[in-house]
């Protein structure tokens, strides 16, 4: 897997756009690096960019983003609501695929080195890049902010880890690190009082406030972990927000975060109106919590990643200061390229019509995952049916269970239905080769086999995904709401048709596979999955016929 981290600087500039766009060109020049959000806030006058791609690249891009926005922004003059030290405040590298934590807070420590000693700027590490943990906070670090590091920086501890130790007038200094992802997260009050709003983020955020009792102060912990809040007031909106941090998303979610906020905001007279995500966010942030409000309702959560998080936006008002455009704010969104998805997004009857073509692909195997696909849909369509059923309240989680099982397998086939024919594509790849040297020759022969396997592997896991899909069908068709049993039927033959479909397409591939011990391993599994898939279906097939009676 290639090596793959998140870049996300925070510059202090969010006003005029053409000044940051011209630190985010200097990202573009980069190759091999990804530009995904740049999201400037006007009240924080605060730009917060992110860039993913190879950890070279990335540093690269990164340096460069610095020195221009230490060439165009001047800290003297410079106001926001946000805490703030520098022109590039703080540039944080995440591991997002193929990297360690380890291995990131490395490449943080070349670049802040390389800032440091190159642009002559002071530098600090923070979280997994510092190996101090007496100063890797970053609020710790910043405190003062850029009015008090002129002072701040000629006190011993905190002398620069890289860079001189005097305070640039003009582009302050800088925090560089490596750190978990991180979600910025602001909820908005129906009110104007800082005051307030500050109390509530005291109440939940993880180092409280401190109190005095019998005379000793005391810190009082908030209700939530690995969060840091302050509130504030945002004049651009009319109203007070709590700013959050959620520094480990693991711990405390979004949903759990927006709720807390709502449960304090609640017990102190306010009311919370909706909320809004700064940068990008994981999908899995939304999915979850698209699952989180539709359990609370008892309704199953088996429904599609689009639905969940359009319950996700409009259940915690994500969309009330702005349109939310998932496809702009969700990180794997951006990351998708169209031609992965090439198939599964035309219209049907582009689809059909593409299949018809004089163009061997799409062929049986992208059809095969495709039927399997329509068929673990049938299932799902039937559980979430049988969920909502009325007087069937107390089996709403068990049907739940079974609709979530069923749109993971679809999720799966419908990749499965471009990788069947990119699987195709590559074999013809590899044909076209040169083999006009021995060498060119062992080349295409070696690129030829290695995408026959590939094309053996897909329809496999073709038979694999529809197979298991029988067990919600089979459950369907015997616990489901009765009015859908022919549903679960169809879905039934869809699956045998995936099954014994793919299993052609393993077959015909497996003929031009030179090793036998592989082939004969895997036809062998092939025959046994389609024999039990036959007898499966016939059982599911006669269970459907008895109920509907006729």
Known sequence: MQPLIECVPNFSEGNDLALIKQITDQVETVEGVRLLNVDPGKATNRTVVT?????????????????????????????????????????????????????????????????????????????????????????????????????????????????????????????????????????????????????????????????????????????????????????????????????????????????????????????????????????????????????????????????????????????????????????????????????VQMPLTDFADETASESPAPGGGSIAAYAGALGVSLATMVANLSSHKKGWDERWEEFSNWAEKGERLKNELLTLVDADTRAFNRIMEAFALPKSTEAEKAARKAAIQEATRYAIEIPYKVMQASFSSLEIIQAMAETGNPNSVSDAGVGALCARAAVLGAFMNVRINAAGYDDTGFVTEIVRKGKEIEEKTIALEEVIRKLVNETIGI
């Open 51 to 343: 860039f993913v791609g190879h950890p070279d690249a990335v540093i690269e891009a990164a340096f460069r983003a610095i020195q221009k926005a230490g060439e165009l922004i001047d800290m003297s003059k410079h106001r926001g609501e946000h805490p703030r030290m520098g022109a590039t405040d703080v540039c944080p590298l995440i591991p997002v695929s193929g990297i360690s934590m380890e291995e990131t807070a490395l490449y943080a420590q070349r670049l802040a080195r390389r800032v440091g000693e190159e642009l002559q700027l002071p530098v600090y590490l923070y979280e997994a890049a510092q190996p101090d943990k007496n100063r890797s906070n970053l609020s710790v670090i910043r405190a003062g902010e850029y009015e008090g590091f002129f002072k701040k920086i000629k006190e011993p501890q905190w002398k620069p880890d890289f860079g001189p130790a005097t305070f640039d007038t003009k582009r302050g200094g800088t925090v560089i690190g490596a750190r978990d992802f991180l979600v910025a997260y602001n909820v908005n009050l129906n009110t104007t009082s800082t005051r307030r709003a500050n109390a509530i983020a005291f109440d939940v955020r993880e180092a409280g406030r401190n109190v005095v009792e019998n005379g000793v102060t005391v810190n009082k912990p908030g209700s939530l972990k690995s969060v840091k809040a302050i509130g504030w007031f945002i004049e651009e909106y009319g109203v007070a927000q709590i700013s959050m941090n959620l520094t480990n998303i693991h711990i405390t979610p979004l949903h759990i975060a927006f709720d807390e906020v709502c449960k304090k905001a609640d017990a102190r007279g306010i009311r919370v109106t909706g909320s809004e995500l700064v940068g990008l966010v994981p999908l899995q942030s939304l999915t979850d919590a698209g699952k989180y409000f539709l359990r609370k309702q008892k309704r199953s959560t088996g429904v599609s990643e689009k639905e969940l998080v359009r319950i996700a936006v409009r259940t915690m008002g994500l969309d009330e200061l702005g349109p939310f455009k998932p496809e702009e704010r969700i990180i794997e969104y951006l990351l998708r390229q169209p031609a992965d998805s090439k198939l």
